[in-house]
């Protein structure tokens, strides 16, 4: 793994692999162009490295010219190409191979075409050392490849990250970072809370707790908070768009995190289609659903206890608490089953020393 700036990168290809590409895409043009002189042109900065290398490959008589075109910063293209060095001029009725280090969405290929496209060559190709299928928009056709690549970014062998690692031998990719987004579920008393004290803590994750979120808003007077209230205040529940925001809100106050603990929502299948929806919309998904299983009698001991401490009255009456674990029961069953259906609900006991408990929960998370 190396780091460059804030960003870590891990191997991706060899310096091995990359020589047998560019070797091999010497063979290639060799075969079809060997009679003839071609003129290859490099595009700067990031092919130079592989120009050079190609040359020293290709055996029969060529020239070499530069064009410098510049489309990236950072990790992203800014979707703008920018002509830095113009081509040679002594290119009429001559055959133009331009060498790409790089294909992706075929920004910088269309500007290249364009700026081939009123003169009088002979033959124009393209060849590209690392091709991105998966993302190119196919307008022009390519002639010649070296490595297909899944679009991740890569740095290394010419190719950068803000103008560092373009003198690396080998070729890395960016490592980014897996994302744990977890549901918590569990009936009242059976520990949810400090388990997810536990788990943000180990694997930096960002506990949101719906409960939290509307005492928050509403203490804060928040446009939210104000709506939530207003449902509240007529005796309504609070729509699920509401509540939805205020957990979009939330996770985008925190792009630090590794992940999220859900708890307290989703509720109803709807809700849980309503949070799958909006993750999408993030790139990012629930990995598990967790419940944490207790026995009811060791559970009701529990809270009438909590309940001498809380001087909460839902705790301090064994009924009202039966009456809670029933409505668990009544909304858990269908979320378990939709949860299931996608490979995604784990079933932990809830009972024993809060180590153990913590420690059977991170061997579901550290298995997905």
């Given at each position: ?264 929502f989703p509720r109803t299948t709807a809700q849980a289609e309503a949070l799958d929806q909006f993750l999408a919309t ?87």
């Amino acid at each position: 793994m190396i780091k460059l700036q804030d960003k870590y990168f891990k191997p991706f290809l060899s310096q091995a692999e990359i020589q047998i590409a560019v070797e091999d895409l010497a063979r290639k043009i060799s075969a079809d162009h060997k009679n003839e002189t071609p003129i290859f042109i490099g595009v700067l900065n990031g092919a130079f490295m592989f120009v050079a290398d190609f040359l020293k490959a290709y055996e029969y008589p060529c020239e070499v010219s530069f064009v410098k075109l510049s489309s990236y910063q950072g990790l992203t293209s800014t979707g703008i190409v920018e002509t830095l060095l113009d081509p040679p001029e002594n290119i009429e009725g001559r055959t133009v191979i331009i060498l790409e280090d790089i294909i992706d969405t075929g920004r910088t290929l269309k500007e290249l075409v364009h700026l081939f496209s009123n003169t009088n060559v002979k033959e124009f190709k393209i060849a590209t050392l690392f091709y991105k299928s998966e993302i190119y928009n196919g307008e022009y056709s390519i002639d010649y490849v070296g490595i297909e690549i899944p679009n991740k970014f890569i740095v290394g062998y010419g190719l950068d990250y803000n103008e560092l690692g373009r003198n690396l031998k080998e070729v890395y990719q960016l490592n980014q970072k897996h994302m744990i987004n977890l549901v918590l579920f569990g009936k009242p008393g059976a520990g949810k809370g400090t388990q997810a004290e536990f788990l943000k803590e180990k694997y930096n994750l960002k506990h949101i707790s719906t409960g939290d979120l509307f005492r928050y808003n509403m203490k804060n007077d928040t446009e939210l908070g104000q709506l939530a209230k207003s449902y509240i205040d007529k005796g309504d529940l609070v729509p699920d768009e509401v509540t939805i925001k205020m957990l979009q809100d939330d996770v985008e106050k925190n792009p630090e995190a590794s992940g999220f603990i859900f708890d307290g929502f989703p509720r109803t299948t709807a809700q849980a289609e309503a949070l799958d929806q909006f993750l999408a919309t993030k790139g990012m998904k629930i990995d598990a659903t967790i419940a944490l299983e207790a026995n009811d009698e060791v559970l009701i001991q529990r809270l009438l206890e909590r309940g001498k401490v809380s001087g909460r009255t839902d705790d301090q009456d064994e009924d009202k608490i039966r009456n809670r674990f029933d409505e668990y029961n009544q909304k858990t069953a269908p979320l378990k089953d939709y949860y299931e259906v996608q490979g995604k609900f784990h079933s932990v006991d809830g009972i024993g020393e809060i180590d153990a408990i913590t420690h059977r929960l991170g061997k579901v998370i550290e298995e997905l």
